[in-house]
């Protein structure tokens, strides 16, 4: 009986102190209520030991993901969430592991360094004006809190939270699978989504080992890259940021795209794969670029087809303009739209690769590529912005014999001496080569192979002979018919009854007609 009258009196008490603090929410003017909410916790300080630090997932203006915050969250998966109650499980695709786990939202573990105890909690707000949306809980913002006594504040301060900090980036880089991204449009920058870049695991197998190269050229460029990726002092030391640039170019199927792929494996980088076409602004790129990693290489592919950047796109919206049933199309309509919409300027790329904000980040590599590199503005690839200039090439011999050793397992054959003759007479790709010396069945030796070869390089070599011939007869007729015109004026000059010499002197012929008159109409008076 005493019991239940105890509970009873309790849930009364809570029940008079909920209506309490809804009366003092809702009447209590906000600047009174500062001012009590501020002396109750001093008042509460007094009695409460516990120092509260809260690391935001975002800080600032949003621009970026705290470090801070992903440290503290690779450091929790891997050491507290043994401890936790609550768990979030993420399947990641291609890894080594079946699940991620990590603390649920509100959960709470403890941890212990160096006999210290401290408390981790994971929370999450919603602001209070919430709007309906298609897309719920679109600005949530979640942070963790990290709470201990105040006679540890020193410890915590100085040693613990540098311990967390170091371990969460070192689990990371254990744990790191490499990515490919490619930016969204910015319309999925917000929602549920809420990400500027999409990614996959990175999974190509190229190497400089087996890229179509010569030796030398592929030494000197493993060379400067490891350069690069150990040179952060000395980057600091000249005052540049820690980036570099490099373009590749040459005809298509030399290998341009597979020479990033071996750069990319070559230094264990990310790769981010940037359309220009689904950037609106200067606005947009920049805060693309912003996201983007250290250890990460940047690649803008056929640069020279993308935009306002070489005037093709101005040539491109001229055409579109002159076509009267194109624009009464309404999906036409839509697509020449988006293609107004983006407005990336030639000064705006240049400034986020070699500007003040190429610095927002390190350890950073930029690469174009074309298959014109005579169409680009030379102020995009100088010096400096593009630091290294690759020629992608057709394939010489020694390039040949890295594909032999990659597609049919040999290092030598008598057809060797062949090929190498072929080679020094045509041109050829190296994505030509490959295919010929594919194996296409089970039963296709190496020999056949190099046969295949064989008969393209031929054919290709009779194919460049014939367009030759072509091209020197056709500039012959055009030679001949350029003389005839000129006999042909010379002819009717004569019948005039004036000298060629008569004509350069006076400069008139009979009525007094100008030569140029005679050379354009063909006759005199």
């Not at 006999?115 to 949306?133: C, F, L, Q």
């Not at 100088?382 to 049919?408: P, Q, T, W």
């Not at 190496?446 to 194919?463: F, Q, V, Y």
Request: net charge neutral; hydrophobic share 35%; with cysteine.
């Amino acid at each position: 009986m005493f019991s239940g009258e105890m509970f009873t009196g309790f849930g009364s008490a809570i029940g008079g102190l909920v209506v309490i603090w809804a009366m003092f929410q809702q009447y209590i003017p906000p600047q009174l209520r500062d001012h009590v909410e501020r002396y109750t916790r001093k008042l509460v300080s007094l009695f409460y030991p516990y120092i509260e630090i809260v690391f935001p997932e975002f800080a600032g203006e949003k621009l970026k993901r705290s470090e801070a915050y992903s440290a503290i969250q690779n450091y929790l998966k891997e050491n507290a969430t043994a401890r936790a109650k609550r768990l979030k499980a993420d399947a990641i695709k291609d890894s080594t592991q079946s699940l991620i786990l990590s603390m649920d939202d509100h959960e709470e573990v403890t941890d212990v360094f160096k006999g210290v105890k401290v408390r981790w909690s994971s929370n999450k707000t919603t602001p209070k004006n919430a709007s309906i949306s298609f897309y719920p809980m679109t600005e949530d913002r979640r942070f963790y809190r990290l709470t201990f006594h105040r006679r540890h504040r020193k410890f915590i301060t100085e040693s613990y939270v540098k311990h967390i900090l170091t371990e969460g980036k070192a689990i990371a880089m254990k744990n790191r699978q490499r990515k490919l991204y490619t930016n969204n449009p910015s319309q999925n920058w917000f929602g549920y989504k809420r990400t500027k870049w999409s990614h996959v695991v990175f999974e190509h197998p190229a190497t400089f080992e087996t890229l179509a190269m010569e030796p030398n050229k592929k030494r000197e460029i493993m060379n400067d890259l490891k350069k690069f990726s150990e040179g952060k002092e000395y980057y600091t030391k000249i005052g540049k940021a820690w980036k570099r640039g490099y373009l590749l170019y040459g005809p298509p199927g030399t290998g341009k795209s597979t020479m990033i792929a071996a750069m990319a494996n070559f230094l264990n980088y990310d790769v981010y794969d940037l359309e220009l076409t689904a950037v609106k602004d200067n606005t947009e790129l920049k805060k693309l670029i912003i996201e983007t990693s250290s250890k990460s290489i940047i690649m803008i592919e056929d640069i020279d087809c993308s935009l306002d950047l070489t005037g093709q796109r101005k040539k491109m919206e001229k055409d579109d303009d002159d076509d009267d049933d194109e624009t009464d199309n309404p999906v036409k309509k839509m697509e020449k739209e988006e293609k107004k919409g983006s407005k990336v300027t030639l000064s705006g790329l240049l400034n986020c690769i070699d500007g003040i904000w190429s610095a927002c980040g390190g350890e950073r590599i930029v690469i174009f590529t074309t298959n014109h590199v005579d169409k680009l503005d030379p102020a995009l690839i100088r010096r400096g912005r593009m630091d290294k200039h690759i020629e992608m090439s057709y394939c010489c011999f020694e390039a040949f014999k890295v594909l032999a050793r990659n597609y049919l397992d040999i290092d030598y054959h008598p057809l060797f001496t062949t090929i190498s003759g072929l080679f020094e007479e045509t041109k050829m790709t190296p994505a030509d080569v490959a295919e010929n010396l594919m194996p296409k069945s089970d039963s296709e030796d190496p020999e056949t192979g190099l046969r295949n070869l064989i008969e393209a390089l031929k054919a290709a070599k009779e194919l460049e002979a014939r367009n030759k011939t072509e091209e020197e007869a056709r500039a012959k007729a055009e030679k001949e018919e350029q003389e005839k015109k000129e006999n042909g004026v010379k002819e009717e000059v004569k019948e005039s009854g004036k000298s060629d010499k008569e004509v350069k002197a006076n400069g008139v012929i009979n009525g007094g007609v100008a030569a140029k008159e005679v050379k354009q109409n063909g006759f005199a008076v």
